[in-house]
Structure formats: structure tokens, C-alpha cells
């Protein structure tokens, strides 16, 4: 895995990382997410790192707490679907 991940950042600008909660994917994993966010263009000299936290006690669920962005649109299967 470390090798990945050295030939990630040599080889790509991985700009931007941001963690996600660990219930961000419950209840199928307990696991936290990272999503990178990289392109082709030389390798990394900078990133540029936010973690996402909830509040005290709170959970990540779409389920209890949908989406309600203006910038959205109803999906055909009853959820929230970003407008790009």
C-alpha cells in the first residue's frame, strides 16, 4: 500500500484531501473515507487537507438528515441528485 501511495504523490498533484466521518458509509463499514482529489500535472508540492467532523454525538446519514440544496434536483429513486 505504501508504494501506491509514494507513486501517487510522485507522480500526480494530489491538491486536496478530505476525510470524512467514520459513519459516513455505516452501517456497511465502520471504516473512514478519504477522497483525493489529484490530476496529471507533475508531482505533489502541495495539499492542501480538511478533515469533516460532526458534531458531538451526531451521525452521517442522508436518510435523517437528506440533502435539501438549491442546487439540487429530485432523483428518480426518491433522492437528491447535485446539479453540476
Known amino acids: 500500500m505504501f ?3 509514494k ?3 510522485k507522480e ?3 491538491h486536496t484531501i478530505i476525510r470524512m466521518p467514520g459513519s ?3 452501517p456497511y ?3 473512514t473515507t478519504n477522497l483525493l482529489f489529484f490530476d496529471k500535472t507533475g508531482g505533489t508540492t502541495e495539499t492542501w487537507f480538511y478533515r469533516f467532523n460532526l458534531e458531538n454525538g451526531q451521525r452521517f446519514s ?3 438528515n437528506p440533502s435539501q440544496g438549491k442546487n439540487c ?3 428518480t429513486n426518491g ?3 447535485a446539479l453540476k
Do not use: D, Y
Open 3 to 5: 508504494e501506491v501511495k
Open 7 to 9: 507513486k501517487l504523490f
Open 12 to 14: 500526480c498533484n494530489v
Open 24 to 26: 459516513c458509509f455505516a
Open 29 to 31: 463499514t465502520p471504516i
Open 62 to 64: 442522508m436518510k435523517r
Open 73 to 75: 434536483l429530485p432523483s
Open 79 to 81: 433522492g437528491i441528485t
